[in-house]
C-alpha cells in the first residue's frame, strides 16, 4: 500500500514495515568531455553506504518530465537549463529503491543533456532531503565506468549514453529494475 508524502527521519525501519512511496520522476545524463556528471547519494541508516547516481527526482503537480528534469539541473548542480536542451526522453523504467526507513517505487524518464564543457556543481539549491543524503559529485570518464568500484544507478547509464546517438529508438522501455541499498523483499 502506498503512503502519501512524508518527511523522512532516515531512522531504519523493520524491513517489513517500511513505508512505500509512489511518484512520477525524471533523471539526467549529463555528459561533457567524454565524462558524465554523478551525485554521490547514502542512505543514512545504513551507515558506509554511498552510490552514484544521476540527477533527478520527482516530477512536481503541473510539470512536464522534462521541466521536472531542468529544474532537478538546477537544484541539484546550479546550473540553470532550459528543458528545450534535453534530449529525450531516451528512456523509461519502472524502478524500486529499498532504503532502510521506506521504499521508492517510480517510474522514470531519463533524458540527456550535452554539455560543451564539464563545470563545477552548487550545492547550494539541495533540499533538506538531498543535504542530509547527497556527498559530492564527480565528472566519471565513460571509458573508465566498468571500474568505479561503488554501485552506479542506473546500473545500465552505459546503455543510456549509447541512446544519446540513437533517436529512432527513442524512448527504449527498460522494464522493471530494483536498486537497493536494502532489498526490498
Not at 509512489?22 to 558524465?36: G, K, T
Not at 556528471?37 to 533527478?56: E, F, H, K, Q, V
Not at 540553470?80 to 529499498?98: C, M, Q
Not at 539541495?126 to 566519471?140: K, N, P, R
Request: avoid cysteine; hydrophobic fraction near 40%; charge should be negative.
Amino acid at each position: 500500500m502506498s503512503e502519501p508524502f512524508r518527511t523522512r527521519d532516515f531512522r531504519p525501519v523493520e524491513p517489513s514495515l517500511r513505508p512505500r512511496r509512489l511518484r512520477q520522476a525524471a533523471r539526467v545524463v549529463i555528459l561533457a568531455q567524454d565524462s558524465i556528471l554523478m551525485l554521490a547519494d547514502t542512505d543514512p541508516g545504513i551507515p558506509g553506504s554511498r552510490w552514484w547516481t544521476t540527477p533527478g527526482g520527482g516530477i512536481d503537480p503541473g510539470e512536464s518530465p522534462s521541466e521536472a528534469a531542468a529544474r532537478e539541473i538546477f537544484e541539484e548542480t546550479g546550473r540553470a537549463t532550459d528543458a528545450d536542451e534535453l534530449l529525450g526522453p531516451v528512456a523509461i523504467r519502472s524502478v524500486v529503491h529499498g532504503f532502510s526507513d521506506q521504499i521508492l517505487a517510480q517510474r522514470e524518464e531519463f533524458f540527456i543533456l550535452r554539455l560543451a564543457q564539464t563545470f563545477a556543481p552548487s550545492q547550494e539549491g539541495f533540499t533538506a532531503e538531498e543535504q542530509i543524503t547527497l556527498d559530492g559529485w564527480g565528472w566519471l570518464a565513460v571509458s573508465e565506468l566498468d571500474g568505479v568500484t561503488e554501485p552506479i544507478w542506473p546500473a545500465n547509464v552505459r546503455d543510456l549514453i549509447e541512446l544519446a546517438d540513437r533517436p529512432e529508438q527513442w524512448p527504449l522501455e527498460l522494464g522493471d529494475i530494483e536498486e537497493s541499498t536494502l532489498p526490498v523483499n
